[in-house]
C-alpha cells in the first residue's frame, strides 16, 4: 500500500467532476479543498464516483447532531425532565462535556402519560440516548430514549453495587436482591461496558 | 471498551488501577514523572526558567526593579511571586482576574519562601532605608496536568539561580527547597498527581523540604484525615525528591555557565 | 489606583534599573541593513520555529519562534457555548484572547489586561473569522488564547499565524491556513502597497514551514488509517 497522502486546510484536492465531496473538505469554483489536517481518503461505494473525504485520527465528527446516538451520564433528575453530560457521540468521546436534557415525555414511546422521570432515571446511570433537537435558545440538546434500544445500560444500586437488568422497566441489585425501576435499554453488545 | 470505562467511571477506573499499585499511566504510587529544566531562555526577562513535570509546564521569568524600601522595614527588599494559570492552559481556566485557585497559589509560594528564607529580603536592600531592589516573580503554567505546586516552585527556583542583578551584585541564593506534593484517594498514597488524578482524590498535601533536609512547609487544606505514619512516609519521600531536584538544577545551571 | 487584592502585590513604584543605564539613543538607520543585519525593503524573514500539538490539556496547540519572539497558542472547543444568544444559534462562535506574560517585553508588564492586548486580541479574532467555517459548529464555541512569552516584534503577525497552526492542529474546520507578516513605519501610499506586496511573499516563504509542521503533528498523532 502507498503511503497515503497528507493535506493541510486550503490544498486543493481534485475537481468536483472527479470525486463526490465527502466530509472535511469544502467546494469553492467547482474544486475540492481541504478544510482539515489528515490524510485523503477516496472511497468507492458502488457509484461512478468515489467519495473523497480529509480524515484524521479517528472519525471527525465532533458534536451531536439530530439523529445521533449518545451515551449520557445523568446528573439531575426533577418530575418534569432529566438533566444529562453528553460523554460519546456514536462511539467518539467528546472531549468538552455537553449536556443535554430527557424531557418526561421522551423517555418512553407509549404511555407517555403515566412516565415518572424517577421512576426511570437516577443521576450516575449511563443512558443511552438519541438526539432529537438543537434545542433553542434556553434548553440544551434535546434527547429521548423512546426506543427499545434506548435507555438505561449501566446503573448503580442504593447498595453500591452495579445492577442487572431483569425486564424492560427493572433493574436488579446482585447483593441486596433489590429491585429498582429504570428505563432500561435492550444493550446491544457493543455498547456493553465494563 | 477501557476508554468507555474511563469516561464513564472515572473513579472506578482509577480504584481498579490503584489495586494493582499502579497507575493509569504506568507509573508506581510513589513515582514522580519526568522533569525537565530549561533556564535562560526569555531574554527580556532578567532570569526565567520553564519546567516540564510529566505534561505539565510551568514558565517562571523574573524581572528585576528598583524601588524604596518600605519605611516599617528600612532594610528589606521585596519578593513579589505570582502564579497565574491562564485560560491557555487548562479548559478549566476561565478568562478574567486571578481564580481561587491561582490566588492560593500564589500566597503559598509567597509563604514558602518567607518560611524557607531562600533569599533573604535584607540581601536585596542597597542602600538602608533608601534603595532596594523587588524582584518579580511570575510563574506562568503553560500546560495544565496537575501537580502545578510542585512544578512552580523548581521554576522560581532556577529562574532565582538564572537572575543575575545587575551593577551591584548580590549573593542570593542561601537556602533552597524543594517541594513534594503527595494525594489521598481512600487512603493509598500517590505521588506527582496528575490533573484528573488530583481531581478525584479527596485530600492534597505538600511538603517543602530545604537543602538541609529541614521541613519548611507542611501544606494540607482539609480533605480526609491522615495517620501519622503516612505523614511521615509522605515527608521521607520528599526528603528524596528534594535531592533529586537540586541535583537536576545544579546540573542544569552548570552546563548553562560552562556553555557561556 | 485600584489596589489589586487577588494578587501578590509588590511596592507601589518601582523602576526598571535599565532607565539609570547610559544608552545610546536607538536611531533607526535610514539606509543599508537594519539593526540585526538583514536587508529592507526585502523578504528577509527572521528564522521561524514552529511545533504543533505541545499542550496536552487542549484541543490543538502551536508554538512559534521568530527570532526572539516566542509565543504559544491554545485552542479548546468545540464546546457548549457559554453564553447564548438569539443571534449565533446556527453557526458558533469564535473567542480570541492574547496575552502577554509580565516578563515579556523590557519593560515588566501588569497581570491585568490593558487595552493593547483587548486591540490585539480583537484584530486576531477578525483575521481569523472569515477562515473557520464557524456554521459546521452550531451551539458552540471556539476558543483561541493566545500567549505572549517574550515580545521582540511583529507579535500579531506571529500571533495569527500561530493561532491558525493551532486550529489546524485541533481539527476544526478551516478554509484555509493564515500567516501573517508586519511591516512597519511611516506609511505613504506608495510605500503601502510595496509594503503589502512584501509581506505576501514573505507569506508564501513561511506557506513550506507551516505545512511541514503540521504534518509532522499529524504523523505522530495516528498513523494512516487503513484504506477500508
Known sequence: ?194 | MAAGFKIAEPLEYHRSFLKENCRPDGRELSEFRTTTLNIGSISTADGSALVKVGNTTVMCGIKVELTNPLVEAPGKGFIVPNVDLPPLCSSRFRPGPPGEQAQAASQFIADVIESSEVIQTEDLCIERGKLCWVLYCDMMCVDYDGNVLDACIIALLAALKNTKLPEVTINKDTGSTRTSFCVFDDSILIVDPTAEEEGLSTSHLTVVTDEKERLCVVHKPGGTPLSAEKLQECIGRATARQREIQKLVDKVVHSVKTAQ | MPTDTKRVRGPEVSQSPTLFLCKHAAVLPSHGPRADGRQRDQVDVRPVFVRCGLVSQAKGSAYIEAGNTKLMCCVYGPREMERKDETDMKCGKLTTDMRFAPFSCLERGSWIQGSQDKDLSLMLHESLQPAVCLHKYPRSQIEVNVMVLENSGSVLAHAVTCASLALADAGIEILNQISGLQSDGEMTEETLTAGVRTCIEGCYKLYPVIQQALTKAVRRAAPPPSES
Open chain 1, 1 to 194: 500500500m502507498s503511503p497515503m497522502k497528507l493535506c493541510v486546510p486550503g490544498d486543493k484536492l481534485c475537481s468536483t467532476e472527479d470525486c463526490i465531496p465527502g466530509t472535511g473538505i469544502y467546494l469553492r469554483h467547482g474544486c475540492i479543498y481541504s478544510s482539515l489536517t489528515g490524510y485523503v481518503l477516496k472511497k468507492n461505494e458502488g457509484e461512478e464516483l468515489p467519495v473523497i473525504s480529509v480524515v484524521r485520527e479517528t472519525e471527525t465528527q465532533l458534536l451531536p447532531d439530530v439523529g445521533a446516538i449518545v451515551t449520557c451520564k445523568v446528573t439531575s433528575i426533577n418530575p418534569r425532565f432529566a438533566k444529562v453530560h453528553i460523554l460519546y457521540v456514536g462511539s467518539t468521546p467528546l472531549k468538552d462535556r455537553f449536556r443535554g436534557t430527557i424531557r418526561k415525555e421522551d423517555v418512553r414511546a407509549t404511555e407517555k402519560d403515566k412516565v415518572e422521570t424517577y421512576k426511570s432515571f437516577r443521576p450516575g446511570d449511563i443512558v443511552l440516548a438519541k438526539v432529537i433537537s438543537l434545542g433553542d435558545v434556553q434548553s440544551n440538546y434535546l434527547l429521548t430514549t423512546a426506543e427499545n434500544e434506548l435507555g438505561v445500560v449501566v446503573a448503580h444500586s442504593e447498595a453500591g453495587a452495579q445492577m442487572v437488568p431483569i425486564s424492560w422497566c427493572e433493574m436488579q441489585c446482585p447483593q441486596t436482591h433489590s429491585k429498582e425501576f429504570r428505563k432500561v435499554a435492550r444493550v446491544q453488545p457493543e455498547f456493553l461496558q465494563a
